[in-house]
């Protein structure tokens, strides 16, 4: 896989929860290349490396609206256990604890990708803000819009189905 490739992968493991910008420790696993387990027990294990700020576990709703929206955690639809995300500060610990030349180079990558993203949406914060705006008023404007259709089928005597 080219560095593009393994980018852009990674970018799209990148979820934002809690208003903060974290990795799901299988997706992870998979990318150092070991077993969520082995993740598991070397965070564990090193636990005084991983204050809440750099891993947390979800919540129940978190972990269903992640598995709403990524067909790849359907898996944990059903589980009871609920899964830990990492922030960029815990990734880069994970590098510490998993100590192969992979955990390295994937760390590294990863960094990076943390770094590439909050530079876009930094960069990108005005237009974010706009676009809310204007979603509000297109909002605004059709709650403004259904009411004065009410008002003219009211006017008219129109009979109306009611809404569901």
């Known amino acids: 896989m080219s560095d593009i490739t393994i980018q852009a992968d990674i970018e799209n493991k990148i979820f934002t929860i809690r208003g903060m910008q974290v990795m799901v420790d299988r997706d992870l696993a998979e990318l150092y290349g070991v077993e969520p387990k082995r993740l598991g027990e070397q965070v564990k294990r090193n636990i005084e490396r991983f204050p809440s700020e750099f891993r947390f576990q979800l919540s129940e709703e978190e972990k269903n609206e992640l598995v709403a929206n990524c067909d790849r955690f359907k898996s944990l639809k ?87």
């Open 78 to 164: 059903h589980s009871s256990s609920l899964p830990h995300v990492f922030t960029e500060q815990g990734v880069s610990m994970l590098s510490a604890v998993l100590r192969s030349d992979r955990a390295i180079k994937t760390s590294i990558q990863i960094i990076n990708s943390f770094v590439k993203m909050r530079s876009f949406l930094s960069q990108n914060a005005d237009i974010f803000k706009r676009l809310e705006l204007v979603e509000k008023r297109q909002i605004s404007h059709e709650i403004k819009i259904d009411e004065k259709f009410e008002k003219l089928f009211d006017a008219l005597g129109v009979c109306r189905t009611p809404k569901a």
